[in-house]
């Protein structure tokens, strides 16, 4: 089964982004292997560090993922500094880093009506500047998050099931590569 690593763009504790990671997470087939990146851990990008624990185990967790997954809300029309910096951090060497060629699954949150969708098309466009696979499929977007949360999980059947599949065909993709 492949390994699946999860990036959530927001850090706090009671994040709708995170709440709808863990629901997707918990409708997943348990053979396959989840990860979740600690993008918070990692300094501001500097070309300078060049030896930090932090980054050295996200990149390596990047490595050894079939396939990566971004949950991410919208933040002032577009993806939360966090995860860009964490993209930032992968990026390197240009075009021969971690990203290359990795397939990625994206779903957007928001507490608005839109649900992250411009922070989505930014974060596809970065991610195919990085070379990396963005999973063709319908647009997994989360509108009005944060009145959706129960306990740490989205509670939102529609979404969940249309985003588990689409997750499903993406993971069906990682195994037969
Ligand atoms: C700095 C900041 C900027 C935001 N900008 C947007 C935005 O551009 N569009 C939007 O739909 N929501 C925006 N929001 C609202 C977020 O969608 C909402 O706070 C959401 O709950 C954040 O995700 P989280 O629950 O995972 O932390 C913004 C929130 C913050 C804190």
């Known amino acids: 089964m492949p390994s699946l690593l999860f990036l959530v763009g927001s850090l706090r504790q009671a994040s709708s982004a995170k709440a709808t990671a863990r629901a997707m997470i918990h409708r997943l087939d348990p053979a396959v292997e989840v990860q979740m990146a600690d993008i918070g851990a990692l300094p501001h990008y500097n070309a300078d560090i060049t030896d930090n624990g932090a980054v050295a185990a996200f990149l390596h967790q990047i490595a050894a993922a079939d396939g990566l997954v971004f949950v991410t809300p919208e933040y002032n029309y577009g993806v939360p500094g966090v995860l860009k910096n964490a993209i930032d951090w992968a990026s390197r060497p240009a075009y021969e880093s971690v990203l290359k060629d990795k397939p990625c699954f994206i ?3 928001s507490g608005g009506a839109l649900g992250g969708v411009r922070a989505q ?5 970065t991610l195919n500047g990085v070379l990396a696979r963005v999973f063709i499929g319908k647009e997994i977007v989360v509108p009005f998050a944060n009145t959706k949360v ?3 999980l989205l509670v939102d059947d529609a979404i969940l099931a249309f985003a588990g599949e689409s997750l499903t065909a993406f993971v069906a993709g990682l195994a037969a590569r």
Request: aromatic content about 10%; cysteine-free; proline content about 0%.
């Open 107 to 109: 779903v957007s949150t």
């Open 121 to 125: 098309a930014q974060l596809k466009y």
């Open 150 to 152: 129960e306990a740490g």
